[in-house]
């Protein structure tokens, strides 16, 4: 069974600042590793997913993760936010030996990007 | 490309009556995922089908919740004696392959259970 924990519940940045939203995972096998933003009344849309090879990827609208073995993370940042980042991002996991790949989900981290 | 569609966006049953929620994937999508979304239960994982086969359906309630995709442009999901419970929003989402994590979403359906 794996888990998604997401320490951060609520996070508040000002408008051109960067923000990291934290995710550690855990699992005993071959992951993958993604990162989905949902806005208020919107489905979720899909920011960046991490399978192997360079540690850090890179998403849409600037955004960027880096997986780290040794933490069991996927941390997301972001250099410069923008007011249209508010939004709620999710963490998610998919075993790769599963017979699809249904996401787990963490709880999910509330951004509000004041001007 | 409209994205994938899911009708109604909100619906409204009492107790005990019947909920039938609909899904359209995007076109050439082999994979459908069905996600219910709540605020003390977060996102979890319903069903999911492959080329319109059932494939796992391990998050579905044991009984009153089915899926079906009788063909490849639709998926309905179907909650029999609804209760309050039930209530959360539905959402469909369809990725192009089914290994793949990059799954698109519907904006989901509101279902309230009163």
């Known amino acids: 069974t794996q888990t998604v924990s997401q320490s951060d519940a609520h996070v508040t940045v000002f408008e051109g600042d960067s923000v990291e939203l934290r995710c550690n995972y855990s699992?005993?096998?071959?992951?993958?590793l993604s990162w989905y933003i949902q806005h208020h009344g919107h489905g979720l849309q899909f920011l960046l997913k991490?399978?192997?090879?360079?540690?850090v990827v890179q998403g849409v609208n600037g955004f960027e993760a880096e997986f780290s073995k040794s933490d069991s993370s996927f941390h997301l940042r972001k250099a410069s936010v923008h007011w249209s980042d508010s939004a709620v991002y999710f963490c998610?996991?998919?075993?790769?030996?599963?017979?699809?790949?249904?996401?787990?989900f963490g709880i999910g981290t509330r951004v509000l990007v004041r001007p | 490309n409209a994205g994938v569609i899911q009708t109604p966006r909100h619906k409204v049953t009492g107790k005990g009556q019947e909920a039938t929620l609909w899904c359209e994937p995007i076109?050439?999508?082999?994979?459908v995922f069905w996600y219910r979304q709540t605020i003390v239960q977060g996102l979890e994982f319903l069903t999911y089908?492959?080329?319109?086969?059932?494939?796992?359906d391990s998050g579905m309630p044991k009984e009153r919740f089915s899926a079906q995709m009788p063909n490849q442009s639709h998926s309905t999901l179907k909650i029999q004696s609804t209760q309050p419970q039930d209530s959360a929003v539905y959402l469909c989402?369809?990725?192009?392959?089914?290994?793949?994590?990059?799954?698109?979403f519907g904006p989901g359906t509101r279902l309230t259970v009163l």
């Open positions: 989402a369809s990725s192009l392959r089914d290994w793949g994590v990059e799954q698109y």
């Open positions: 699992y005993g096998g071959s992951i993958y």
């Open positions: 991490y399978y192997s090879g360079n540690p």
């Open positions: 998610a996991v998919s075993p790769t030996n599963s017979a699809g790949n249904k996401l787990t």
């Open positions: 076109s050439g999508h082999s994979a």
């Open positions: 089908f492959r080329n319109q086969a059932p494939i796992d």
